[in-house]
């Protein structure tokens, strides 16, 4: 039987993954690996928590000794790799977090499959889920395309593109089944309001300031968090072996027309006067080496696959926005704390 490890499910596009994959599959198994870090929240998971073909083991990928153990005892058939620190202005604060979970991290699950596959590799895969942001940053015009050299400019896009290259080495070197996807700005329900979308939903719901840092021109490509599940699913079962797919959702915005397309919805939905969100908007201190643009050429998963982005940007924000204002209990748990401590330290 099919026995799948993923690992990072608790985080946001681990825990909509998580529930496509044991909805749409059971008679697989899913074994969800997970540190259960500020951004993992076993609540994400609460639909699907008792289902018979899930389990959910809490550990870190740094530990080596501990994924060779959970490999034995599960003779996993694939693993789904989604496991890191995932947010650049954290990477920016502390580097190392990062190059020991998304490097030397990424190298230990690589050794942990490789070890117990035993270069028997037939009906196995290794996927890894990596990001556009190994690309680097566009000018005005271009897209990026598999074929784009990397060229990462902060320590989270480098501890990424790094582990992107272990991958292809343990491919090359040890024929590991792999396959690779590179994707742009994901958001919907469960993203941790660190980062922008849910930030600013929080912010305009108790009329904080909401920061666009630098002059809000940097644009991003967003993509429907539940269009990301089903391309990884996608790729995992249909993606050629050894192949990079690009994931895009053909939405590429500004950050200040997105926080005003952002500010008009949950006015609406708020009953607030038209106009009255836009006003909390704050030009505050651009990101160190902030990148200017990303816009993803997705033809070849298109072309391959069949995958295209399901959910435009209006009709995702209409959804995301409606989730968290009828989740804010979620909200208010996942701010607490040291949530409290980032913010201060992050927007002073
Ligand atoms: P996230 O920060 O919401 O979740 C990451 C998860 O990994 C958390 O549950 C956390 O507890 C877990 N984790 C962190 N360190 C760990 C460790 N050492 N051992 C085990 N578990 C650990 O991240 P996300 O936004 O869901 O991103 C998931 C993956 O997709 C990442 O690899 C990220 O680089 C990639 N990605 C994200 C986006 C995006 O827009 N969010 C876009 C493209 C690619
Ligand atoms: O492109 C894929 C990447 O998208 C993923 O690999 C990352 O894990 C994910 O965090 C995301 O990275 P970004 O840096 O693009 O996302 P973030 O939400 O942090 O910021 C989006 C844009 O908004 C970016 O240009 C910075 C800007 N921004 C962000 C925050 C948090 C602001 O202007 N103000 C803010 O407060």
Known sequence: MAKTLITGGAGFIGSHLIHLLVNKYPGEQFVNLDALTYAGNPENLKAIEDAPNYR???????????????????QFTGVIHLA????????IANPMAFIMTNVVGTVNL????????QSDYSGKRFYHVSTDEVYGSLGAEGLFTEETAYDPR??????????????????HTYGLPVVISNCSNNYGPYQFPEKLLPLMINNIRHEK?????GDGSN??????????????????????????????????????????????????LLGRAPGSSRKLITFVKDRPGHDQRYAID????????????????????QRTAKWYLNNTEWLERVTSGAY?????????
């Open 56 to 74: 959910f083991v809490k550990g870190d990928i740094t530990d080596f000794a501990f994924l060779e153990q959970l490999f034995a005892e599960h």
């Open 209 to 213: 300031p909401l920061p666009v840092y």
């Open 110 to 117: 690589l050794n942990a499959a490789k070890n117990s596959w």
């Open 298 to 317: 997705a033809s070849k998963i298109k072309a391959e696959l069949g995958w295209e982005p399901t959910i435009g940007v209006e009709e995702g924000l």
């Open 340 to 348: 409290r401590e980032y913010y201060a330290q992050q927007y002073q």
């Open 84 to 91: 890191a620190e995932s947010h650049v202005d954290r990477s």
């Open 219 to 268: 644009v991003r490509d967003w993509l429907w968090v539940e269009d990301h599940a089903a391309a990884i699913d996608l790729i995992f079962r249909e993606g050629r072996e050894g192949e990079t797919y690009n994931i895009g959702g053909n939405n590429e915005c500004s950050n200040l027309g997105l926080v005003h397309q952002l500010c008009d919805v949950v006015d609406d």
């Open 154 to 171: 902060s320590p989270y896009s480098a501890s990424k593109a790094s582990s992107d290259h272990f991958v292809r080495a343990w491919q």
